[in-house]
């Protein structure tokens, strides 16, 4: 159970603040059900309510810095979703927002910067599918390094580039 105070991800909400755990004091609402009361953090004046118990969408704990430092190092060698069908690459877009996984994230904007270059070279434009969900992706990903790495969400992708640039510097080296 998390605590109070305490940073989560939750499902397409992103991280969030616990604000309160307890009872909801709503008509048609189970009165003995425990809820977690979300402060969604990139969504200002919303909240989200949510079961203690619940198994439907994904509620997790925030990575550690370390484990978004690792992420970062390991950024290029994660790889990309690869599905040649339109319809079905959506599908696996969807289902990788979906997992609240960093990693699923992370094969998104790789899978999207591959298909951006080479759609380019083609002289297209990036598809309107593919940009929706590198956003997301983006979103969600960069949102959870700045609680992990005590940064301002702004300053997460300057600091992700540094990071893999000092890496590329050292393993040249």
Known sequence: MFKVGEYVVNGTNGVCKVEKIGKMELS??????QYYTLLPLYTKGSRVFT????????????????EACN???EMKEIEEIVVTDDKKRELAYREAI?????????????????????RLAAGKKMSACDERYF???????????????????????DYV????????????S
């Open 98 to 118: 979906k997992s609240c996984d960093c990693r699923e994230f992370i094969r998104i904007i790789n899978t999207v910067l591959k298909r951006r270059e080479e």
């Open 135 to 157: 956003k997301q992706a983006k979103d969600n990903l960069y949102g959870e390094f700045a609680v992990s790495l005590k940064l301002a969400k702004e300053e997460v992708e």
């Open 71 to 73: 992420l970062i190092d």
């Open 161 to 172: 580039e540094r990071r893999m640039a000092l890496k590329d510097m050292a393993s040249a």
């Open 28 to 33: 048609g609402v189970e009165s003995d059900k």
């Open 51 to 66: 079961p203690v118990d619940n198994k439907k969408v994904v509620l997790r704990s925030v990575i550690s810095k370390q």
